[in-house]
């Protein structure tokens, strides 16, 4: 699948976040977390566009049959 953010990122972001509600950023920590926050959702995106991309719509007809091959196997 597409590059994943490495959950120490993740976890930076969450941290980011609780001290932010705690006690506020410096601007370098501001920095820091929008960097993080817009990695992380350029990846969600492009996670979520090739999932999108597998989708394949097809007739009930179809789905019975395909359904039906699986039960056999």
């Known amino acids: 699948m597409v590059n994943m953010v490495d959950q120490k990122k993740?976890?930076?972001i969450n941290e980011?976040?609780?001290k932010?509600?705690?006690e506020g950023l410096t601007?370098?920590?501001i920095k820091e977390r929008d960097a993080l926050r817009k990695?992380?959702?350029?990846?969600?995106r492009k996670n979520f566009r090739a999932r999108?991309?597998?989708?394949?719509?097809?007739?009930?007809?179809?789905?019975?049959?395909r359904m039906k091959g699986k039960k056999n196997n």
């Open 10 to 12: 993740i976890d930076r």
């Open 16 to 18: 980011l976040a609780r």
């Open 20 to 22: 932010n509600k705690a």
């Open 27 to 29: 601007p370098e920590e």
């Open 39 to 44: 990695e992380y959702l350029a990846n969600f």
């Open 52 to 65: 999108l991309e597998n989708i394949e719509v097809v007739s009930p007809e179809e789905y019975e049959r």
